[in-house]
């Protein structure tokens, strides 16, 4: 499995991006997927996650109201939409895929996750 994060930049403060992963190599509908992130000097944190199905997804406090994480299995994508960003949202996010629930449970554990994308920077300015 291979997994392809895309959609990092730089933004002002208030702004928007989306970042999308594109999975490949197995089937992506009985994974469930996550979003990380790690800001310069700090752990990677659990940020946003999603069921196979998408009827469920687990946002951290932090980004609650203003991250909506969604997926298109057809496309074997998933998405994280970014909304009224601040600098403390800069960090690399990466996007990971979990199969040990066989996708119908979130875990915000990194140990958890089997495959891991290579990260796409978000750098937000005040």
């Known amino acids: 499995v291979q997994l392809q994060a895309s959609g990092g930049g730089w933004v002002q403060a208030g702004g928007s991006l989306t970042l999308s992963c594109a999975i490949s190599g197995r089937t992506f509908s009985h994974y469930a997927m996550g979003w990380f992130r790690q800001a310069p000097g700090k752990g990677r944190e659990f940020v946003a996650g999603i069921t196979w199905s998408g009827s469920s997804t687990f946002d951290q406090d932090s980004v609650k109201g203003r991250f909506t994480i969604s997926r298109d299995n057809a496309k074997n994508t998933f998405y994280l939409r970014m909304n009224d960003l601040t600098p403390e949202d800069t960090a690399v996010y990466y996007c990971?895929?979990?199969?040990?629930?066989?996708?119908?449970?979130?875990?915000?554990?990194?140990?958890?996750?089997?495959?891991w994308g290579q990260g796409t920077l978000v750098t937000v300015s005040s």
């Open positions: 990971a895929a979990d199969r040990t629930s066989s996708g119908v449970r979130v875990s915000t554990l990194r140990r958890v996750y089997d495959y």
